[in-house]
């Protein structure tokens, strides 16, 4: 199961997996993201996505997640590009 729980917003989508400590919780994995992203509010990062998927399809998870973001985000940078007399 995927679960997309934060979007993060990148000026130039350059992706960086970053691991932490490791931490042993017996919360699901629902809850162990709600808890992260309520720590990520806190912290005010707008810049970190979180990414849950089974570990032998976290390649694809990423990917997915990359892909969503650039199909959101072509239709603004197409009307910039042509705002800015890239397109006709």
Same mark, same amino acid.
């Given at each position: 199961?995927f679960?997309?729980?934060? /979007?993060?917003?990148? /000026?130039?989508?350059?992706?960086?997996?970053?691991?932490?400590?490791?931490?042993?919780? +017996?919360? +699901?994995?629902?809850?162990?993201?709600?808890?992260?992203?309520?720590?990520?509010?806190?912290?005010?990062?707008?810049?970190?996505?979180?990414?849950?998927?089974?570990?032998?399809?976290?390649?694809?998870?990423?990917?997915?997640?990359? +892909?969503?973001?650039?199909?959101? /985000?072509?239709?603004?940078?197409?009307?910039?590009?042509?705002?800015?007399?890239?397109?006709?």
């Amino acid at each position: 199961e995927f679960l997309l729980a934060r /979007s993060a917003s990148f /000026s130039n989508l350059k992706l960086h997996n970053e691991s932490g400590p490791e931490r042993i919780v +017996t919360d +699901t994995i629902e809850e162990a993201v709600s808890r992260l992203n309520t720590q990520l509010d806190h912290e005010e990062e707008d810049r970190v996505a979180i990414l849950s998927a089974p570990r032998e399809l976290a390649g694809l998870a990423v990917f997915r997640y990359v +892909t969503e973001r650039v199909i959101s /985000s072509a239709p603004g940078n197409i009307q910039e590009l042509r705002e800015r007399g890239f397109l006709s």
